[in-house]
């Protein structure tokens, strides 16, 4: 499925790539530690091109959106959608995510690199203008995370070959493309309607989007094969940074529900 996005929107997209150039996530985790893979140079780099300024104006929901899928292929910081739409670290019941330097409390070990703290005080209440913007952020966020699974998937497709011809040309792999690219297609369009819609946190699509998101990154996962599950792939930083959006997603809407 092909999108259309206004000019402007692709020229802000075009930015945040300018931004993101050079900058790669951390390839492997540390199990059972604390890691943080905010990077300030980064943040800065983002602010310069207006990045921090969309959370607050529902008008610039559709420019967050396309920045947002950005952000999403290159798996960057989570701290950046947070920031840029909530003003602050995401908080949810006595934890946070990024938020050591402007958040107390006991950093608490992740698989992700998202820096979760416990025992922080209670979550605030978000302005429904900046939860709205985080909703639309989040979306657009794993879109791109399936958009760049999907391509590096078709690559690898295409480039391979089994039993005398290319990954591609099998009806097996042909379909878990079909179902990822469905999937990815549908996490698209529920970012670029909550951008349009303006009528507060899209929390159905959210609901969705997460295991949605987690969909498309398994089955890129069996089109790469065994390398797929091989850390120096790469691959595995898309399903893991997907699985934790979705936890972070559920625990949002049981908060507010």
Known sequence: MRFTVDRDLELFAESVRAALAGWEAPLEPVFGEWQDDRDDVLAARLAAAGW??????????????????????????????????????????????????????????????????????????????????????????????????????????????????????????????????????????????????GSGLAADELAWAGGACCEVTAHVHQVHGAVGFALEGGVHRFHRRAKTVQVWIDAVLRELH
Do not use: I, N
């Open 52 to 197: 921090e300024d969309l959370g607050a104006d529902p008008a610039l929901l559709g420019a967050l959106v396309a920045g947002g899928v950005e952000l999403g292929r290159a798996v960057a910081p989570l701290s950046l959608l947070d920031e840029a739409t909530l003003g602050a670290p995401l908080r949810v019941g006595d934890r946070a995510r990024h938020g050591e330097d402007r958040v107390a409390g006991m950093r608490e070990a992740t698989l992700d690199g998202v820096g979760t703290l416990r025992g922080v005080a209670s979550a605030p209440s978000y302005e429904p203008v900046r939860l709205e913007a985080w909703g639309a952020a989040t979306l657009a966020y794993l879109a791109g995370l399936a958009s760049e699974s999907v391509d590096r998937a078709v690559e690898h497709a295409k480039s391979r070959e089994q039993f005398g011809r290319p990954l591609a040309a099998l009806p097996a792999v042909q379909a878990r493309l079909a179902d990822a690219a469905l999937a990815r297609d549908g996490l698209l369009l529920c970012a670029w309607s909550a951008a349009s819609a």
